[in-house]
């Protein structure tokens, strides 16, 4: 098992998970595949000594699929490695973990569902950060969106109705990314079955390029993985080093998986481990 400093909010919910089967679970590779409990990978390929931590101001919020902690690709483990204020949840359609509740009504965060707005009502959907003074810099971390809930009692933290010219949230909110981590059908299916988040403005990223993840297909080539969208999310709040970071550590987890996945050495010279050594030089 992971020490208490590696056993983040995924570990500990795939460690959860886990105890909850009734038999083991079995990733790719066969019953003899002995894998790093800290990072997923077989002990020749480990991550582990090259692990960046850095500090943000905005949290992730992870709603895992039933079996998404157990995969050895999931990258929402790489947001947790990453980003301290790192929160993961298992998701179910009967029922609610009751501390996701308490951390989307803390008056510390502005919750967005990062979701893409064609499948959302238009006066939901924000395309940037809505606007929330910097108590370091006395700035704007965004401009004003309109967009809000359909009635005002239902607008969190203090928000009001946006017809009556109101915000969300409060100012001096730190903004927390409620990310569904999932393959996309489940991820349709958990926003549709998820009434807890209905009063929850939903962030639709429009990313200028493609995804580089190599470790699962899909069909369309703007369908990213959990650490990809967090990376976005990340720059859209200014955290730009941890989004370099993250980006980077990415690239070296994609390698080091296919290296193993291949039986062939790690590369620890390769552009992705000089990028990631140079930020953490900072």
Known sequence: ???????????????????????????????????????????????????????????????MADIEPLKPSNTGWLVADVVPDTAAFGWAR?????????MLADPQWQPYVVFPGEFVAPERVVTQLIVSSNPRSDGA????????????????????DPRC??????????????????????ARKMFRKSPYLDHLPVLSLQPDQISRYKLRRSRRDDHFCTSEVASLCLNLAGDTRATQTLEA???????????????????????AHRRLRALRQF
């Open 141 to 160: 971390w965004g401009p004003q969106f309109p967009a809000g809930p359909p009635q005002g009692e239902l607008a969190p933290m203090g928000g009001s």
């Open 1 to 63: 098992m992971p020490n208490a400093a590696q056993a983040h909010a995924v570990s500990r919910l795939r460690s959860a998970r886990l105890a909850r089967s009734s038999k083991p679970f079995l990733a790719r590779g066969g019953p003899r595949g002995e894998r790093c409990a800290a990072c997923r990978l077989v002990p020749s390929h480990c991550l582990c000594g090259v692990r960046p931590v850095v500090t943000t101001r905005a949290g992730i919020c992870l709603i």
């Open 165 to 186: 010219s109101g915000a969300w949230g409060p100012k001096s909110t730190r903004p927390l990314f409620v990310l569904l981590d999932a393959t996309w059908p489940e």
């Open 249 to 271: 550590y990415l690239d070296v987890f994609t390698h080091h998986y296919l290296q193993a996945k291949n039986q062939l050495p790690v590369d620890h010279d390769n552009e």
């Open 94 to 102: 009967t029922e609610v973990d009751p501390a996701l509740i308490a």
